[in-house]
């Protein structure tokens, strides 16, 4: 799962801890003669130098032995100076999540996302306003980059409008329940959900006194929290089984993204 809610950056010994990969200073040896090696580390040089730390990084297990050490990876940058305050005393730091691989099958992309101080809760953002930017490794450049952030940093007062029309607007109990049948599509498929029993009351209950609205910002923080976390369970036959934490942070972006575009879809145009 995606830790969002670290507060500390991390240093240089940390980080290649948790993630080896980002030190890679050459390509896997499968990438062919063409291809051109921008090691991550490059950028997160760059980063710093816009004022984004690095708070959290993880990468995905290697599927073959030529790519281990190149392989896909995360790194989470939150920059201290950019802080959406809430009139409700909801404080949202913007985040920067950047995912890149050395076996030359992935571009850089960088993903919007947000993290709640009042729950510990990390969304990843995926809108036309603050979605996600790729950029190529052949001709990067630090002025590239810089464009790039400040391109995803200038969409911020849009992104800081969705977040107050979903506080904006009041959801009845069949709604949030909807929502909540709609959020399993993003971890079970058709034939599962139809074979599943899932107390959906279960999945729309707060977990915490902040989150108790009715307005579709706290029901959706609700729902994200519990599918992401595997906070539910659901029956097969006579069997009652306990829904998994997410922890591959690909699959964590894919449901954090689909769960975001689902409550934004109830925003009236």
């Not at 801890?17 to 040089?45: C, G, M, N, R, W």
């Not at 994200?224 to 539910?232: L, P, T, Y």
């Not at 998994?244 to 009236?268: C, G, S, Y």
Request: hydrophobic share 40%; proline share 3%; aromatic share 8%.
């Amino acid at each position: 799962m995606l830790d969002l809610e670290k507060m500390t950056f991390l240093t240089r010994e940390q980080l290649r801890t948790q993630a080896p990969t980002v030190f890679a200073l050459k390509p896997s040896s499968d990438v062919s003669e063409k291809y051109t090696h921008i090691p991550t580390l490059k950028v997160i040089d760059d980063m710093e130098k816009l004022g984004w730390k690095v708070v959290d990084a993880t990468q995905v297990k290697a599927r073959k032995l030529s790519t281990k050490g190149f392989q896909k990876h995360l790194v989470t940058f939150r920059n201290p100076d950019v802080v959406i305050n809430g009139d409700d005393g909801d404080t949202v730091f913007p985040q920067i999540l950047l995912t890149n691989s050395h076996d030359g099958k992935n571009a850089f992309t960088f993903t919007a996302g947000l993290f709640r101080m009042i729950c510990s809760n990390g969304l990843v953002v995926a809108d036309k306003e603050f979605g996600a930017l790729k950029m190529r490794h052949m001709g990067y450049t630090f002025e590239q980059l810089q464009v790039k952030i400040l391109e995803m940093v200038e969409s911020l007062p849009l992104t800081v409008e969705t977040l107050n029309k979903m506080k904006q607007i009041e959801l009845d109990k069949k709604q949030k329940k909807a929502l909540a049948k709609k959020a399993l599509t993003t971890r079970f498929n058709k034939d599962q959900i139809k074979a599943f029993k899932i107390d959906l009351d279960k999945l729309i209950d707060p977990v915490r006194k902040e989150d108790c609205g009715n307005d579709l910002w706290s029901v959706f923080n609700v729902i994200q929290e519990k599918i992401i976390d595997g906070d539910f369970e659901y029956k097969i036959g006579t069997k009652i089984r306990k829904a998994r934490q997410i922890k591959n942070f690909k699959q964590d972006l894919k449901v954090n993204k689909e769960l975001f575009e689902m409550a934004t879809e109830l925003i009236p145009n």
